[in-house]
């Protein structure tokens, strides 16, 4: 196997809980005016996460990273970097530097004399400014462009020259608003693949805004969702995906069918949920914290759910399983989605990969199906 | 059959069909359909009908006033009416003949007077310039800056002296100027003078001397530059600001962020991205400062040396036109130069 140098993403110090945090984030509130754009958030980053706060616009998340980089005054808590109060230090003293949403290059200035502006600033010498500007052209590949101005760039370049030149100071902490907003789809896929790249091998500590929940799965090591300017969720992408701790964010990420039903049986090792919506009884495998008769949601993805045409035998008596008619069918290449009216007249959406080249047995418009699930499949949520 | 010629045809049948339905042609009145047909008659077409205005006015009240002063620039002086030789003679055998002098633009560069008139006219308008710039980049840059609402304030004060004359506002500035005037009595009131009497004693071994109270600040060089950046204060305020309100506040916190601070930010970023702002309010202030009369008649002394001045003795002591229109066209190259050089240069920023 080869050798990865310890990153973040492999070693987890979240999950442990000695380990010391490099970005510790206290109860931390800004109101702008009576309005509080973020309401009492407390967030601990280790060093060498890849950290994506994820939320829609006006969750609070770039105001969040604002206040990180020392735009925004706090209105309470405390923000400590690497073990240092950042109360009253300004932007221009901390360890800490951003990429801006739009690259906020500096116009009139060549791509060199973006990229050395902060060594400047840091009275290196000559000779180590021209060493360093070099070694990050070459890291994001942008030899030979030193002369050129930021309006003679490609979207995709001004992205890299942006990068560089906020890596240039060996910050010990990055924030990226928005990094690959202003990309097309491909390009941002594959800038996506080079920034974690560029994450490892300089072991860099990177926050990321995003609303791009494709992007936070694909390039963090952790998501934090924001609501409203509170932290929905922290977790790691697959927990955030699969076991979404409210409706918020299982609605967030990804497409979802949500049913809400009551408890009818509550033992240890399963529960039973009755819900008019699925049109039968939901058979949930493991036990969960709630009471009988206690109205909740369960919560299915749609790649979870089978769809036959013969009724199949049910894993457990009577549940997980539900019948109805596909209304539509969409074909996307790699799936299909189909959406199933079921009998209560909720639309299930339910995706099939494609694994079959032209199948003509595929299930198609108007048919009559069953759509059933394994009893681990879905979350419940009582929130 | 083509396409073309396909088309014509249907052209040409829908045209009868027009014809055959419409019955008896109704005559209809439409102005702009006469005024357009007629100017499209004369060559006159959409694009020329917009340029024509303007080009009539710049030919009239410009291009041709310019020439009859040019014509009389090339003209020798005479006791008369007009004071000045016609150019074009016809002799009694009917030849046409045109005689140019120039002995005005010799006179010119003879008499020191006039070169004087030009260095100290274009000394003045520099350093008002450079003091306007001074004073007029943080009020816009404070403008800029301020909220919504006080930025409309603020224009408006800005912009508020316009609206009373011009001759007034200059008039006003010799009540606070002259000795015992407002600013003389205020310092005195102030008790300024026991302040110039100690920093003298503190300057004295340096052989320098701040001098006393009350200060001759009117028919001075001074007065000449406090009225003239006054008066001009909104041309150099107005194009700042439209720059600099422009400038994105990204890229100062990207500055910030890259270690820089404040003052660094301010001569990295800002000056520089608003160097066309710069320009141009500079060209606005300088170029009419060259020309000015009025301000130099009331504030400055008899040793102010400006060549609007200059221009209005010949014109109206000396009833030397010929000179005086030398002089005028002289200026006009002066002024010319300078605007095609700072052109040049807000050009050259504007493409970097």
Same mark, same amino acid.
């Given at each position: 196997m080869l050798d990865k140098p310890e990153i973040a993403a492999d070693a987890r110090p979240w999950r442990d809980p000695e380990a010391k945090p490099f970005v510790k984030i206290r109860d931390v509130t800004k109101k702008f005016g009576d309005v509080a754009a973020v309401n009492n958030v407390s967030l601990d980053i280790f060093k060498g996460e890849l950290f994506c706060l994820l939320g829609g616009s006006g969750s609070g998340k770039s105001t969040l990273l604002r206040m990180l980089a020392g735009f925004e005054d706090l209105t309470a808590g405390t923000i400590e970097i690497d073990g240092q109060d950042? #109360?009253?230090?300004p932007p221009y003293q901390r360890p800490v530097n951003m990429m801006f949403q739009s690259y906020a290059l500096f116009p009139h200035m060549t791509v060199w004399n973006n990229i050395a502006y902060g060594l400047k600033r840091d009275h290196l010498s000559k000779a180590d400014i021209e060493a360093r500007v070099a070694e990050l052209l070459h890291l994001v590949k942008l030899e030979g462009y030193e002369q050129r101005k930021p309006n003679q760039l490609s979207g995709g370049q001004r992205q890299r020259v942006a990068l560089a030149r906020s890596l240039a100071k060996r910050p010990k902490l990055l924030l990226l608003d928005e990094p690959l907003g202003a990309l097309d789809k491909k390009l941002r896929e594959e800038t996506q693949f080079e920034l974690v790249k560029i994450q490892e091998t300089t072991g860099v500590t990177f926050i990321v805004v995003t609303h791009d929940q494709e992007e936070a799965m694909s390039l963090s090591t952790r998501i934090g969702v924001m609501n409203q300017g509170e932290i929905a969720m922290i977790g790691e992408p697959q927990d955030i995906y699969e076991f979404p701790n409210s409706r918020f964010v299982a609605g967030f990420i990804g497409s979802v069918n949500m049913f809400e039903g009551v408890v009818t049986e509550d033992e240890d090792d399963h529960i039973r949920i009755r819900s008019a919506e699925a049109g039968g009884d939901i058979y949930v495998s493991h036990g969960v914290d709630c009471a009988p008769d206690q109205i909740l949601w369960w919560a299915i993805r749609p790649e979870k759910i089978t769809l036959t045409r013969e009724k199949p035998e049910p894993e457990?008596?009577? #549940?997980?399983i539900t019948h109805g008619m596909v209304e539509d069918v969409v074909y996307l290449g790699d799936m299909s989605v189909f959406q199933v009216v079921l009998e209560s007249g909720k639309r299930l959406r339910v995706t099939k990969a494609n694994s079959l080249r032209g199948d003509p047995e595929a299930i198609s418009w108007n048919e009559e199906v069953w759509a059933s699930w394994s009893g681990a499949a879905g979350s419940v949520l009582t929130s | 059959m083509g396409k073309l010629e396909r088309r014509r045809r249907l052209g040409a049948d829908l045209v009868t069909a027009e014809l055959a339905t419409a019955g008896l042609p109704r005559p209809v009145w439409r102005p702009w359909g006469f005024l357009r047909e007629r100017l499209t008659m004369m060559g006159i077409g959409g694009r020329w009908a917009v340029i024509l205005p303007p080009l009539l006015w710049l030919l009239i009240f410009f291009l041709i006033p310019l020439i009859v002063v040019i014509k009389i620039a090339f003209s020798e002086s005479v006791v008369g009416q007009p004071p000045y030789m016609p150019l074009l003679t016809i002799s009694p055998e009917g030849d046409v003949q045109m005689t140019l002098h120039l002995s005005n633009f010799i006179f010119l560069t003879q008499d020191h007077l006039y070169l004087d008139a030009y260095l100290s006219s274009l000394k003045i308008a520099a350093i008002s310039t450079i003091l306007a710039l001074i004073v007029g980049y943080p009020m816009a840059y404070f403008i800029a800056r301020s909220g919504d609402r006080a930025r409309n304030i603020l224009l408006m004060l800005v912009i508020l002296?316009?609206? *009373? *004359?011009f001759l007034l506002r200059v008039y006003a500035w010799i009540g606070f100027l002259k000795n015992n005037g407002v600013i003389d009595n205020t310092l005195e009131a102030l008790g300024v003078q026991h302040l110039i009497d100690g920093l003298n004693v503190a300057l004295a071994p340096l052989g320098w001397a701040i001098p006393p109270l009350p200060w001759t600040m009117l028919y001075t060089d001074f007065g000449v530059y406090i009225g003239i950046v006054y008066t001009y204060l909104p041309f150099m305020i107005l194009p700042l600001y439209t720059n600099l309100v422009k400038l994105d506040s990204a890229l100062l916190e990207a500055s910030a962020d890259l270690g820089a601070r404040p003052f660094r930010t301010f001569l990295s970023v800002t000056l520089p991205l608003s160097m066309p702002g710069v320009i141009a309010g500079s060209m606005l202030v300088f170029i009419p400062a060259i020309g000015e009369y009025v301000i130099p008649q009331l504030l400055g002394g008899p040793s102010t040396l400006m060549i609007g001045r200059v221009l209005w003795d010949e014109f109206f002591t000396n009833r030397d036109w010929p000179t005086a229109a030398a002089v005028a066209i002289a200026m006009l190259v002066v002024v010319v130069v300078p605007l095609m050089i700072l052109q040049r240069a807000q050009n050259a920023v504007v493409e970097r």
């Open positions: 950042m #109360a009253g230090v457990f008596p009577d #549940a997980n | 002296p316009f609206w *009373s *004359s």
